[in-house]
């Protein structure tokens, strides 16, 4: 048995579960999420909490046991909670400020980059190295923010670039004087 698969997810209140035609539909205060489910899983649920259970135990059953439960609990404690990610921007003259609902983002290039709003996710920023990506899915929220990364990676010898807040850049020497 899936030690993932067999944990009960807790409900907090304020959030309900409701399954119908192959779909799980979760809707909380900070709005509804809807995840597939395969053929092979049902669902015991109480008032306080939910647990996910497969019909056999053919491979694809088990792979799909432990997905579902982390993709439920994800969407749970998004519609609840939310989830956010921080991105720090790192260098001389990089810098980020809000356009609309979206970004506009200084980054060396000869032009600005611009990110235009996503339903569902929002950006924050607070100073002009810092961007705060909130939103109630966590793939959207993971998504965005590494494409956001990805438009200038931490270089390993100054550190410039776009981190996450908690990211630890390894450090290169770079070229040691000659003797």
């Known amino acids: ?4 698969g067999r944990t009960p997810i807790s409900i907090p209140s304020g959030v309900t579960l409701t399954q119908a035609d192959g779909e799980m539909r979760v809707v ?30 053919t491979r694809q059953s088990r792979a799909n046991h432990g997905l579902i439960r982390s993709l439920l ?27 609309g609902a979206g970004i506009s983002l200084a980054l ?8 235009d709003a996503v339903p569902g996710i929002k950006f924050e ?5 810092t961007i705060i990506i909130t939103g109630i ?25 776009i981190r996450y807040e908690s990211e630890k850049v390894k450090r290169k020497q770079g070229k040691a004087a000659a003797a």
């Open 28 to 57: 909380g205060p900070k709005g509804a999420l809807v995840v597939a489910i395969p053929t092979g899983i049902s669902f015991s649920q109480t008032p306080e909490e939910i647990t996910v259970n497969r019909a056999n135990d």
């Open 73 to 99: 609990q994800n969407a749970i404690v998004g519609v609840s909670e939310g989830f956010t990610k921080t991105l720090k921007l790192v260098g001389t003259g990089y810098r980020a400020q809000s356009k």
């Open 108 to 115: 060396g290039f000869s032009h600005p980059i611009t990110q």
């Open 137 to 161: 899915d966590k793939q959207q929220v993971g998504q965005l923010a590494a494409e956001l990364r990805s438009k200038r990676p931490p270089e390993p010898y100054k550190g410039k670039g």
């Open 1 to 4: 048995m899936s030690k993932i």
């Open 125 to 129: 920023v607070p100073d002009t190295e």
